[in-house]
């Protein structure tokens, strides 16, 4: 079991670029949740999903930025026309089923860096 | 709505010497807590967490934390602390209904040889 994968590990794009970040949940975990930390910050919630539904996204900027997890394949956060202040670690978390109880596995991250 | 606190966002120790970083939540329902260690350029690894069983939790890596309901708090410790504790440990909270974590601002340990 490979655990959580995100790819890829470090992505630059230059501002007004799009940015698409992949993350493969464990096998066997339906759910998935994306966090961003900013340099010096804590993990801040962006958006929750399970298979093809997006369940909480109260965490997500209203602009430019959507995520989809579909049927097949891995989930996808994307960033459109990327600025300055995206630049940050965006880690993607997944959970068999409902993650407080059954626990978060994280993984490494991607770290994207607008230039 | 859900908070965490940490209290010290940098903490020094001397290798072998007590290990204490502190946690304060605030939620309007029992929480369940966790704490997380970040090591450099990596994800988050769980080292322990509360669900409402017994309030003191034991972690991996010799750590463990107890629950103070009265004080509202979640402090992680270990007895010795070790080079290789030196990383970064987040505290966290999700609120019964609630599937997402909410993170404390993190505190960097140092440890001193």
């Known amino acids: 079991n490979a655990g959580v994968m995100q790819n890829p590990r470090h992505l630059v794009r230059r501002r007004g670029q799009e940015a698409r970040l992949r993350c493969s949940p464990m096998?066997?975990?339906?759910?998935v949740y994306w966090y961003r930390q900013l340099p010096e910050e804590g993990l801040k919630f962006m958006v929750y999903?399970?298979?093809?539904?997006?369940?909480?996204e109260s965490g997500m900027p209203k602009e430019r930025f959507s995520a989809e997890f579909p049927k097949e394949g891995p989930s996808i956060l994307r960033i459109q026309q990327v600025v300055r202040g995206d630049s940050a670690a965006y880690f993607c978390?997944?959970?068999?089923?409902?993650?407080?109880?059954?626990?978060?596995?994280f993984g490494s991250g991607t770290r994207l860096t607008v230039v | 709505a859900q908070s965490v606190t940490q209290l010290g966002s940098h903490v020094s120790v001397s290798e072998g010497a007590l290990v204490l970083l502190r946690c304060n939540y605030s939620s309007s329902v029992p929480p369940y807590l966790f704490w997380y260690v970040q090591y450099p350029n990596q994800g988050l690894q769980l080292l322990l967490k509360y669900t409402s069983a017994a309030t003191l939790v034991k972690g991996i890596n010799g750590f463990e934390a107890e629950f103070k309901k009265s004080e509202t708090s979640f402090h992680l410790t270990k007895p010795s602390a070790h080079m290789s504790d030196a990383a970064e440990y987040f505290c966290a909270v999700s609120a019964k209904g609630a599937q997402k974590l909410v993170f404390g601002q993190g505190t960097r340990l140092t440890i001193n040889p």
């Open positions: 978390a997944s959970s068999p089923r409902q993650g407080r109880y059954y626990g978060y596995t």
């Open positions: 999903l399970q298979k093809e539904n997006i369940i909480d």
């Open positions: 096998k066997g975990h339906s759910h």
